[in-house]
């Protein structure tokens, strides 16, 4: 993976010591098990978010004027666990250092790591997942950390609330909380029009991480992932929940994983960079 900086920005704008957001690309791929290609999804995020106008519409702002560095990738890949450990410890020292971090995935085991150093800085808080998958086993081809455990991990340190799910393995029923998941077929029946965005709203704590597992969207708008699947999210409805949660929680933290990059069509990649530009504007606007 070559070095990028989110954004393309110019070195002004990219040194740690002064940078308010700091991303963390964790180039790993080491459980999935269908495609292959999520190592590469850091780098295409990358590249493509130097494409990108740095002024933000919807916010009126340019939010890399607050600081974006990016560090190097984490290359630790010898188990799922090895590389928990080592995001773990670099996103504690994110935080440490009173900054917000991003991690670009990689497969969804990257989230446990963060899921774990968040833990060490707040009493209370909630992850927030936006995916196509429950992601609730226990342990899954013989790993406790294989990306088809993430829920069940951060459940461990979090409460959570799950949004967009339409695939689920019978195993995982146990460990899925009726309540606190939200189907996406239930979205899309909603006779309450967004009513249901409220409804996860009041199962959060203040303190919310966002981890995004980008099969959450309708693979019409973004096929490039690894176990794509039909009947998604949608743009804009993706991003008007945020808005809510936004508007009515702190975000914390935010990782966006399972990127799949594909040559042919490159604008999976350029949906990716551009959802997490919005969300870091919309988090910084009133700051």
């Known amino acids: 993976m070559e070095n990028k900086n989110y954004g393309g920005l110019d070195s002004e704008f990219t040194a740690y010591e002064t940078a308010e957001i700091v991303v963390l690309p964790v180039p790993y791929d080491g459980t999935s098990t269908w495609l292959k290609g999520a190592d590469k999804g850091p ?3 990358l590249e493509a978010s130097a494409n990108m106008e740095l002024y933000d519409i919807e916010t009126d702002s340019e939010v890399y004027t607050r600081g974006i560095a990016t560090l190097d990738p984490v290359t630790e890949a010898s188990s799922p666990e090895a590389m928990s450990q080592e995001v773990e410890k670099q996103v504690d020292k994110i935080l440490t250092d009173k900054k917000f971090p991003v991690i670009l995935g990689g497969e969804h085991s990257v989230s446990i ?3 774990r150093a968040f833990a060490k800085h707040y009493d209370k808080f909630s992850v927030l997942q ?3 998958h429950s992601d609730m086993r226990s342990e899954y081809e013989g790993s406790t950390h294989n990306h088809a455990c993430v829920m069940a991990r951060a459940k461990e340190v979090a409460t959570v609330a799950q949004v967009g799910i339409r695939s689920s393995a ?3 029923k ?3 909380m009726p309540d606190r998941i939200f189907y996406a077929h239930d979205l899309h029946d909603a006779k309450e029009g967004n009513n249901w965005m409220y409804m996860v709203s009041q199962k959060l704590h203040d303190n919310v991480y966002i981890t995004i597992d980008l099969d959450v969207f309708d693979p019409a708008i973004l096929p490039a992932t690894g176990t794509p699947e039909p009947d998604g999210l949608y743009y804009r409805e993706v991003l008007n929940f945020l ?3 936004n508007e009515r929680h702190n975000i914390i933290g935010l990782d966006v994983v399972e990127l799949c990059p594909n040559e042919i069509n ?3 990649d350029f949906l ?4 997490i530009y919005q969300i870091l504007s919309m988090r910084f606007q009133n700051q």
Do not use: H, V
Request: proline share 0%; no cysteine; hydrophobic share 50%.
């Open 170 to 172: 019978i195993e995982e």
């Open 174 to 176: 146990e460990n899925i």
């Open 266 to 268: 490159r604008s999976s």
């Open 43 to 45: 780098d295409a995020i």
């Open 113 to 115: 790591g963060a899921f």
């Open 243 to 245: 808005k809510l949660i």
């Open 272 to 275: 990716a960079s551009k959802l």
């Open 130 to 132: 936006l995916d196509a």
